[in-house]
Protein backbone atom coordinates (compact mmCIF):
# COMPACT_ATOMS: atom_id res chain seq x y z
CA UNK A 1 0.00 0.00 0.00
CA UNK A 2 1.43 3.22 -0.93
CA UNK A 3 1.72 6.25 1.40
CA UNK A 4 -1.46 8.04 -0.47
CA UNK A 5 -3.23 4.98 -0.52
CA UNK A 6 -2.50 4.39 3.66
CA UNK A 7 -3.50 8.13 4.76
CA UNK A 8 -6.75 7.48 2.37
CA UNK A 9 -7.40 4.34 4.14
CA UNK A 10 -7.23 5.88 7.43
CA UNK A 11 -9.07 8.62 6.62
CA UNK A 12 -11.93 6.60 6.06
CA UNK A 13 -11.42 4.14 8.94
CA UNK A 14 -11.41 7.03 11.15
CA UNK A 15 -15.00 8.44 9.60
CA UNK A 16 -16.47 5.39 9.91
CA UNK A 17 -15.59 4.23 12.97
CA UNK A 18 -17.77 3.29 15.74
CA UNK A 19 -17.13 4.12 19.18
CA UNK A 20 -17.05 0.76 21.60
CA UNK A 21 -17.25 -1.32 18.60
CA UNK A 22 -14.01 -3.40 19.82
CA UNK A 23 -13.09 -6.62 21.87
CA UNK A 24 -12.91 -6.30 25.41
CA UNK A 25 -9.73 -6.20 26.99
CA UNK A 26 -10.01 -9.16 29.30
CA UNK A 27 -10.58 -11.54 26.43
CA UNK A 28 -7.06 -9.98 25.57
CA UNK A 29 -5.61 -11.06 28.84
CA UNK A 30 -6.88 -14.29 29.20
CA UNK A 31 -6.09 -15.92 26.18
CA UNK A 32 -2.44 -17.59 26.93
CA UNK A 33 -3.53 -19.91 29.41
CA UNK A 34 -5.72 -21.94 26.87
CA UNK A 35 -3.63 -21.37 23.92
CA UNK A 36 -0.56 -23.37 23.52
CA UNK A 37 1.75 -22.19 20.39
CA UNK A 38 4.41 -24.58 18.54
CA UNK A 39 7.48 -25.15 20.75
CA UNK A 40 10.06 -22.81 18.59
CA UNK A 41 12.68 -23.33 21.13
CA UNK A 42 13.03 -26.82 20.50
CA UNK A 43 14.24 -26.14 16.97
CA UNK A 44 16.12 -23.33 17.28
CA UNK A 45 18.00 -24.10 20.46
CA UNK A 46 20.21 -21.66 22.37
CA UNK A 47 19.79 -18.83 18.70
CA UNK A 48 18.14 -15.85 20.29
CA UNK A 49 15.02 -15.01 18.54
CA UNK A 50 11.53 -13.55 18.80
CA UNK A 51 8.42 -14.72 17.68
CA UNK A 52 6.52 -12.23 15.41
CA UNK A 53 3.08 -12.06 12.81
CA UNK A 54 -0.04 -13.60 13.68
CA UNK A 55 1.70 -15.50 16.68
CA UNK A 56 2.72 -12.28 18.49
CA UNK A 57 -0.25 -9.85 17.04
CA UNK A 58 -2.52 -12.32 19.02
CA UNK A 59 -0.54 -11.50 22.36
CA UNK A 60 -1.62 -7.84 21.64
CA UNK A 61 -5.18 -7.57 21.03
CA UNK A 62 -8.76 -9.40 20.71
CA UNK A 63 -8.38 -13.38 18.78
CA UNK A 64 -7.45 -13.49 15.23
CA UNK A 65 -6.70 -17.26 14.02
CA UNK A 66 -3.27 -17.60 12.33
CA UNK A 67 -1.87 -21.09 10.81
CA UNK A 68 1.73 -20.00 10.06
CA UNK A 69 4.81 -19.47 12.59
CA UNK A 70 6.62 -16.30 11.62
CA UNK A 71 10.39 -16.27 13.80
CA UNK A 72 12.83 -13.32 13.99
CA UNK A 73 16.52 -13.85 14.39
CA UNK A 74 19.02 -11.24 13.67
CA UNK A 75 20.99 -11.59 10.34
CA UNK A 76 23.96 -13.36 11.35
CA UNK A 77 22.37 -15.69 13.13
CA UNK A 78 20.56 -17.30 9.95
CA UNK A 79 22.74 -19.59 8.71
CA UNK A 80 22.88 -21.07 12.28
CA UNK A 81 19.18 -21.18 12.64
CA UNK A 82 19.03 -23.05 9.53
CA UNK A 83 21.35 -25.42 10.41
CA UNK A 84 19.32 -25.70 13.53
CA UNK A 85 15.71 -26.24 11.82
CA UNK A 86 17.39 -29.12 9.51
CA UNK A 87 19.22 -30.45 11.95
CA UNK A 88 15.70 -30.63 14.00
CA UNK A 89 13.73 -32.24 10.73
CA UNK A 90 12.19 -29.01 9.39
CA UNK A 91 12.09 -29.31 5.87
CA UNK A 92 13.36 -25.51 3.94
CA UNK A 93 11.14 -24.59 0.83
CA UNK A 94 12.35 -21.50 -0.32
CA UNK A 95 13.74 -17.85 0.68
CA UNK A 96 11.87 -14.86 1.78
CA UNK A 97 11.84 -12.02 -0.39
CA UNK A 98 12.23 -9.74 2.84
CA UNK A 99 15.11 -11.66 4.10
CA UNK A 100 15.30 -15.42 5.58
CA UNK A 101 13.80 -18.46 4.43
CA UNK A 102 10.32 -20.36 4.25
CA UNK A 103 10.55 -23.94 6.56
CA UNK A 104 8.41 -26.75 7.04
CA UNK A 105 8.32 -28.15 10.47
CA UNK A 106 8.45 -32.07 11.19
CA UNK A 107 4.53 -31.99 12.28
CA UNK A 108 3.61 -30.08 8.90
CA UNK A 109 3.35 -26.46 10.17
CA UNK A 110 4.56 -23.37 8.01
CA UNK A 111 7.72 -21.55 9.60
CA UNK A 112 9.03 -18.25 8.16
CA UNK A 113 12.61 -17.49 9.21
CA UNK A 114 13.14 -13.60 8.96
CA UNK A 115 16.09 -12.56 9.36
CA UNK A 116 15.27 -8.48 8.43
CA UNK A 117 18.40 -6.03 7.34
CA UNK A 118 17.06 -2.97 9.43
CA UNK A 119 18.70 -1.29 12.09
CA UNK A 120 16.70 -2.39 15.00
CA UNK A 121 16.41 -5.53 14.39
CA UNK A 122 19.08 -6.99 16.92
CA UNK A 123 17.03 -4.70 19.18
CA UNK A 124 13.84 -6.20 18.49
CA UNK A 125 15.26 -9.65 19.24
CA UNK A 126 17.02 -9.03 21.97
CA UNK A 127 13.69 -7.00 23.66
CA UNK A 128 11.51 -9.91 23.48
CA UNK A 129 9.58 -10.89 26.50
CA UNK A 130 8.93 -14.26 27.68
CA UNK A 131 5.61 -15.37 27.42
CA UNK A 132 3.73 -17.52 29.90
CA UNK A 133 4.55 -20.50 27.41
CA UNK A 134 8.40 -20.07 27.83
CA UNK A 135 9.03 -18.60 24.42
CA UNK A 136 10.00 -15.23 23.39
CA UNK A 137 7.93 -12.84 21.67
CA UNK A 138 8.57 -9.42 19.95
CA UNK A 139 7.74 -6.54 22.03
CA UNK A 140 4.68 -4.16 20.77
CA UNK A 141 6.72 -1.37 19.72
CA UNK A 142 9.28 -3.65 17.18
CA UNK A 143 5.95 -6.07 16.19
CA UNK A 144 4.52 -2.18 15.12
CA UNK A 145 7.38 -1.07 13.06
CA UNK A 146 7.08 -4.68 11.04
CA UNK A 147 3.56 -3.92 10.35
CA UNK A 148 3.90 -0.27 9.21
CA UNK A 149 6.89 -1.35 6.81
CA UNK A 150 4.55 -4.15 5.54
CA UNK A 151 1.13 -1.63 5.75
CA UNK A 152 -1.12 -4.38 3.78
CA UNK A 153 -4.81 -3.01 5.26
CA UNK A 154 -4.88 -6.27 7.32
CA UNK A 155 -1.65 -4.82 8.83
CA UNK A 156 -2.74 -1.61 9.44
CA UNK A 157 -5.82 -2.58 11.45
CA UNK A 158 -4.17 -4.87 13.43
CA UNK A 159 -1.72 -2.17 14.81
CA UNK A 160 -5.05 -0.21 15.86
CA UNK A 161 -6.41 -3.24 17.55
CA UNK A 162 -3.13 -3.95 19.63
CA UNK A 163 -2.81 0.19 20.06
CA UNK A 164 -6.67 0.21 21.01
CA UNK A 165 -5.85 -2.23 24.25
CA UNK A 166 -2.54 -1.13 25.03
CA UNK A 167 -1.52 1.23 27.61
CA UNK A 168 0.21 4.89 27.74
CA UNK A 169 3.61 3.63 28.40
CA UNK A 170 3.69 1.23 25.85
CA UNK A 171 1.94 3.80 23.31
CA UNK A 172 4.83 6.38 23.75
CA UNK A 173 7.23 3.91 23.81
CA UNK A 174 6.05 2.74 20.04
CA UNK A 175 5.80 6.35 19.24
CA UNK A 176 9.34 6.88 20.22
CA UNK A 177 10.61 3.87 18.20
CA UNK A 178 8.59 4.65 15.03
CA UNK A 179 9.76 8.13 15.29
CA UNK A 180 13.51 7.42 15.32
CA UNK A 181 13.38 4.13 12.69
CA UNK A 182 10.12 5.57 10.67
CA UNK A 183 9.49 9.01 11.09
CA UNK A 184 7.47 9.29 8.22
CA UNK A 185 4.74 7.21 9.67
CA UNK A 186 4.95 8.99 12.70
CA UNK A 187 1.44 11.20 11.23
CA UNK A 188 0.14 7.66 10.04
CA UNK A 189 0.28 6.17 13.48
CA UNK A 190 -1.51 9.22 15.29
CA UNK A 191 -4.61 8.08 13.14
CA UNK A 192 -4.19 4.64 14.06
CA UNK A 193 -3.99 5.01 17.63
CA UNK A 194 -7.18 7.50 17.27
CA UNK A 195 -8.57 4.51 15.77
CA UNK A 196 -7.77 2.02 17.80
CA UNK A 197 -9.19 4.10 21.10
CA UNK A 198 -12.39 5.02 19.24
CA UNK A 199 -12.76 0.86 18.59
CA UNK A 200 -12.20 0.77 22.58
CA UNK A 201 -14.73 3.69 23.58
CA UNK A 202 -11.53 5.07 25.04
CA UNK A 203 -11.98 8.65 23.44
Partial sequence: MSPEDRKTYLSMAERRAQPGS???PFEVR???SVF???QVRRLLGDIPFAIVGGLATRRYMPERM???VDVLVCPADLPEAEKALRDAGCRKRG???IGGSIWTTPDGQELDLIALEVPWSEEAVASATTAPDGQPYVALPYLVLMKLASS???DLADISRMLGVA???TI???RALVTRHRPADAEDLESIIRLGRIEQGRM
Avoid: H, I, K, Y
Fill in 22 to 24: GSA
Fill in 172 to 174: DRT
Fill in 30 to 32: ERD
Fill in 95 to 97: PLT
Fill in 66 to 68: TLD
Fill in 152 to 154: RVQ
Fill in 167 to 169: DAA
Fill in 36 to 38: APP
